[in-house]
Antibody, heavy 123, light 107 residues
Framework: QLQLRESGPRLVKPSETLSLTCTVS??????????WGWIRQPPGKGLEWIGNIYYTGDTYYNPSLKSRVTISVDTSKNQFSLKLSSVTAADTAVYYCTRRAGCGGDCYRFDYWGQGTLVTVSS | SYELTQPPSVSVSPGQTARITCSGDALPKQYVYWYQQKPGQAPVLVIY???ERPSGIPERFSGSSSGTTVTLTISGVQAEDEAEYYCQSTDSSDTYVFGTGTKVTVL
């Protein structure tokens, strides 16, 4: 059974860099059918897509966050990571790691999600 | 930026039908996906490609589309269906966008 698990600091100071890692178990991250990525949800608010990465390192990001986001992959550890720089209180959110799977043609679904981890930006 | 609009809330009695709409200009050209999120849990995919149901999702969940509006229908609502529901699609620049969310309350 595929599982995704987020890990990283739960508290980050303003202007610093938020760093999270997602460990994938039950499947290889190098499977060429999937992209891996991050989605976040501020407390009491909706979902926001951050970006995705392919096992080759190919990435694409939400334009609204692109200048601050880096997603990377480590196939040897079956992990991928998120870095978000220059954080403010507005970046306080539950961060989910996800798998994006193709489902025919232009169909792409987020079919597996981690449990999520709350990261708070505060001094 | 591209937006998907949902009603904030829908209330329904057990056994009745709940309909949740999602509106967006690009919806005639892009597939829509629906996620169910219960408090403190990660979202779960309940509909993909407008109307397809993943394995393990009850048949009472169905999706349909008409022009710029798509609809998630829950037939014979059960207490366990009380949750927040989000639609999701893609804009012209391959950016994934989520709807504003609809809280379904089972009376």
């Amino acid at each position: 059974q595929l599982q995704l698990r987020e890990s990283g600091p739960r508290l980050v100071k303003p202007s610093e860099t938020l760093s999270l890692t997602c460990t994938v178990s039950g499947a290889s991250i190098s499977n060429n059918n999937f992209y891996w990525g991050w989605i976040r949800q501020p407390p009491g608010k909706g979902l926001e897509w951050i970006g995705n990465i392919y096992y080759t390192g190919d990435t694409y990001y939400n334009p609204s966050l692109k200048s601050r986001v880096t997603i990377s992959v480590d196939t040897s550890k079956n992990q991928f990571s998120l870095k978000l720089s220059s954080v403010t209180a507005a970046d306080t959110a539950v961060y989910y790691c996800t798998r994006r799977a193709g489902c025919g043609g232009d169909c792409y679904r987020f079919d597996y999600w981690g449990q999520g981890t709350l990261v708070t930006v505060s001094s | 930026s591209y937006e998907l609009t949902q009603p904030p809330s829908v209330s329904v009695s057990p056994g009745q039908t709940a309909r949740i709409t999602c509106s967006g200009d690009a919806l005639p050209k892009q597939y829509v996906y629906w996620y169910q999120q219960k408090p403190g849990q990660a979202p779960v995919l309940v509909i993909y490609k407008d109307s397809e149901r993943p394995s393990g999702i009850p048949e009472r969940f169905s999706g349909s589309s008409s022009g710029t509006t798509v609809t998630l229908t829950i037939s014979g609502v059960q207490a366990e269906d009380e949750a927040e529901y989000y639609c999701q699609s893609t804009d012209s620049s391959d950016t994934y966008v989520f709807g504003t969310g609809t809280k379904v309350t089972v009376l």
